[in-house]
């Protein structure tokens, strides 16, 4: 069994890192805050015995060796990133439990078959640069440089923030994984959510990842003086983009399952008597069922593309991020189930809203995910939380799961 106090006291460490006033954390990639949130899990992977190394993406990785070295290895995290003012335990809880799971095997003395892999992901969150999942795309082998073009608010592209960060952006392909190396990758996290809290249930078994496609709006209108210009005759950008976003709310909402999300909205020249001639607007559309969500998508496009012809204003719209929903592994869910069932939890599949690093890498090896119950649902948010004694049972199923996964090999009687 995992040590619960362990697991919440380095939970705890881990929040100070980037906190703001208001208790949450902000550590984009590639900042101070990030680098000392990875140098402080690195700490803590040496104090479990592991061998600690980053990758050319900057993939922190604490790696437990196997009785066979060159078995494929089993692979489990999460990442230390967040987006601005977010939580304490998206991510977090994952990379933490995880190495909690290996400090146990050490202590104990517990070998397994297959080498174990610890890794916290480079920038999965996105917030900084509106592109995710860098390290995961890394290991994946999916990362491109014309991806690493991609620039934040300050200018700063990926490949800039590599370099500052010590990474040679030419050298990201030797972070890829090879076909065969990896025998799986499994992944605890906090459900976002409230059907654990609905099922009065501590932690559930993730069937499946809605995939996350992001778009950004951008409406050219006409600059003109908010007293001196008739209705009639405006082509207000603003207007333009706000019965667009009226059209998202509406299409997404007629599937059951859809939701969309407009996240940030940019208006200039932003006087307040001045008719807005430039909007630009971010969405966030997801679906388990990629047709279901590409169906929403054309929809929208399409009356889009009405509202702005009838109002005199261009329209542009760029995909930003464009990923397919990935079902979760029988091999995982299996193994989880069986780690449920020796626990003493009831077995409870439910789908996962949110996208997560493990998306990248269902074309590499098997993948699957453990949720842990959140209160109230509340995520990307100070107010997110998870008990101590659901982190403890998320880590336990985490810790059973991996054993089998890895093929344990030497049973040793618990102290």
């Known amino acids: 069994m995992i040590n619960a106090e362990r697991l919440w006291s ?37 104090e479990a015995g592991l061998m600690v190394r980053e990758d050319e993406v900057g993939n922190l990785i604490g790696r437990k060796e196997g009785l066979n070295p060159k078995a494929s290895v ?21 990379v933490l439990a995880a190495v909690e799971a290996l400090q146990v095997m050490n202590d104990e003395e517990i070998e397994t078959e297959h080498p174990i892999e610890v890794i916290a992901f480079t920038d999965e969150e996105g917030a900084r640069f509106s592109f995710g999942m860098i390290g995961s795309r890394g290991i994946a082998g999916t990362l491109t440089q014309e991806e690493l073009l991609n620039k934040d608010k300050q200018g ?10 010590g990474l040679n952006p030419d050298e990201i392909a030797k972070a890829a994984r090879k076909p065969g190396d990896v025998k799986a990758y499994v992944e605890l996290h906090i459900e976002q959510g409230k059907v654990l809290e609905g099922q009065n249930l501590s932690t559930g078994i993730v069937s499946g990842l809605a995939g996350p496609l992001w778009l950004k709006f951008t409406f050219e209108g006409e600059v003109g003086h908010a007293g001196a210009t008739p209705m009639p005759i405006r082509h207000d950008a603003l207007t333009a983009a706000a019965r667009v976003m009226l059209v998202i709310e509406e299409e997404a909402s007629k599937t059951g399952t859809t939701v969309g999300t407009v996240g940030q909205v940019q208006v200039l020249p932003g006087g307040i008597n001045i008719i807005p001639g430039h909007v630009e607007f971010t969405l966030d559309l997801r679906d388990i069922d990629e047709n279901v969500r590409d169906g929403v998508e054309y929809q929208i496009r399409k009356a889009a593309a009405k509202i702005c012809e009838n109002q005199g204003v261009k329209l542009t719209i760029e995909d930003l991020q464009r990923v397919a929903p990935a079902p979760c592994s029988d091999l995982i869910k299996n193994a989880a189930s069986e780690a449920f069932e020796s626990l003493g939890l009831e077995v409870q599949f439910l789908p996962s809203g ?9 074309d590499l090896c098997p993948m699957g995910m453990i949720f842990i119950r959140s209160k109230n649902g509340i995520s990307h948010d100070p107010a997110e939380w998870s008990s101590k004694e659901d982190c403890r049972d ?22």
Do not use: C, W
């Open 394 to 415: 998320g880590a336990n199923v985490l810790y059973q799961t991996v054993l089998k996964l890895a093929v344990q090999k030497v049973n040793v009687t618990m102290k």
């Open 156 to 165: 700063i592209s990926i490949a800039e923030a590599f370099v500052s960060s």
């Open 74 to 94: 089993v692979l489990t995290g999460s990442h230390v990133d967040s987006v601005f003012n977010g939580g304490n335990f998206d991510g977090p809880l994952g």
């Open 354 to 362: 949110a996208g997560h690093d493990g998306m990248q890498l269902m």
């Open 10 to 46: 380095r939970l705890q460490l881990l929040s100070e890192i980037g906190k703001t006033e208001s208790g949450g954390v902000t550590r984009l990639s590639f900042t101070q805050e990030e680098r000392d949130a990875k140098n402080l899990v690195a700490s803590f992977m040496k």
